[in-house]
C-alpha cells in the first residue's frame, strides 16, 4: 500500500467533491482528471453531455518564517468545462463556483494496487480566489471538435493551511 503525496490529494479531493455534487444534481456530465479521458467521451449535444476536466497548475511554496524551511503551499487548481451549449455552460460553471467558493473537504488517499483503498479527512481545501473564463477560440464553432466548442475555465487558487516542514 501506498499514500498520495499533497498535490495528489487535493486534486482527487476536488474530483470526488465535484463527482458527488454533479452526480447528485446533474445528468450527463462528467468529471475526469486528464484531456485524453475527456476528448473519448462522445459528445452529444441532444443528450446534454458535459465534462469538467480537473488539472492542477503552478504550485507556490511560501516560507512560513524568515530563516526556516518550512512552507505553505498555495495550489493552482484548473476546472476545465466542457459543455454542449452556451446555457450549459454557463449553468455549469456557476453551479461549480457555488458549491466550491466556501471551500470543500481535503482527503488523504490510501492505495493499494492501483485503487483508492480509504481516505481520511484531514482540513479543509480553501478557495482563496476564481477566475471565471469562458474560452474563445475566435475560430466558427462548427469548425472546432465538438468537445471544444462550449468551453469555459476556472482557475482557483486553493490552500489546505498545513504547513509543510
Given at each position: 500500500?501506498?499514500?498520495?503525496?499533497?498535490?495528489?490529494?487535493?486534486?482527487?479531493?476536488?474530483?470526488?467533491?465535484?463527482?458527488?455534487?454533479?452526480?447528485?444534481?446533474?445528468g450527463?456530465?462528467?468529471?475526469?482528471?486528464?484531456?485524453?479521458?475527456?476528448?473519448?467521451?462522445?459528445?452529444?449535444?441532444?443528450e446534454?453531455?458535459?465534462?469538467?476536466?480537473?488539472?492542477?497548475?503552478?504550485?507556490?511554496?511560501?516560507?512560513?518564517?524568515?530563516?526556516?524551511?518550512?512552507?505553505?503551499?498555495?495550489?493552482?487548481?484548473?476546472?476545465?468545462?466542457?459543455?454542449?451549449?452556451?446555457?450549459?455552460?454557463?449553468?455549469?460553471?456557476?453551479?461549480?463556483?457555488?458549491?466550491?467558493?466556501?471551500?470543500?473537504?481535503?482527503?488523504?488517499y490510501?492505495?493499494?494496487?492501483?485503487?483508492?483503498?480509504?481516505?481520511?479527512?484531514n482540513?479543509?481545501?480553501?478557495?482563496l480566489?476564481?477566475?471565471?473564463?469562458?474560452?474563445?477560440?475566435?475560430?466558427?464553432?462548427?469548425?472546432?471538435?465538438?468537445?471544444?466548442?462550449?468551453?469555459?475555465?476556472?482557475?482557483?487558487?486553493?490552500?489546505?493551511?498545513?504547513?509543510?516542514?
Open positions: 500500500m501506498g499514500s498520495y503525496r499533497r498535490t495528489r490529494n487535493i486534486e482527487s479531493s476536488i474530483i470526488q467533491f465535484l463527482e458527488d455534487n454533479v452526480n447528485n444534481n446533474w450527463n456530465v462528467v468529471v475526469e482528471k486528464t484531456f485524453t479521458r475527456v476528448y473519448g467521451i462522445p459528445f452529444s449535444e441532444k446534454k453531455t458535459a465534462c469538467i476536466c480537473v488539472r492542477v497548475g503552478t504550485t507556490e511554496h511560501e516560507n512560513v518564517e524568515i530563516g526556516g524551511n518550512s512552507t505553505r503551499r498555495e495550489v493552482q487548481v484548473l476546472l476545465d468545462i466542457f459543455a454542449s451549449n452556451d446555457g450549459q455552460r454557463l449553468d455549469l460553471k456557476d453551479y461549480i463556483i457555488e458549491k466550491i467558493k466556501s471551500g470543500l473537504p481535503y482527503y488523504e490510501t492505495v493499494s494496487n492501483g485503487q483508492i483503498a480509504s481516505k481520511t479527512q482540513g479543509r481545501i480553501k478557495v480566489d476564481i477566475d471565471d473564463s469562458p474560452l474563445n477560440f475566435d475560430v466558427e464553432k462548427s469548425s472546432l471538435d465538438v468537445h471544444d466548442r462550449y468551453r469555459h475555465l476556472l482557475t482557483l487558487t486553493v490552500r489546505i493551511g498545513q504547513v509543510e516542514i
